[in-house]
């Protein structure tokens, strides 16, 4: 009987196992770096001007709002 550790099979099984995981670990990686890129950008839109987001609460249906401001200051007329 061949030990596990010299099964040729089991090292090629283990070879692809590990070149999977490489390839998903590689996706993910490129994911996110597109995730970032997009917050990034959203973030920058966001501080060049002010927002206001309005949402209504799930159990009363108050309407809440949420006024996001940066620290840029706005042209405007003076």
Not at 51 to 64: A, D, F, H, M, N
């Amino acid at each position: 009987m061949i030990p596990r550790d010299k099964d040729p099979v089991a090292q090629v099984t283990r070879d692809q196992d590990i070149e999977q995981i490489v390839k998903r670990l590689n996706m993910l990686d490129e994911r996110l770096d597109n995730m970032d890129t997009v917050i990034t950008s959203l973030v920058e839109r966001v501080m060049g001007r002010p927002l206001t987001i309005e949402v209504s609460c799930p159990k009363c249906g108050q309407p809440i709002q949420i006024d996001i401001t940066s620290s840029v200051r706005l042209r405007g007329k003076e």
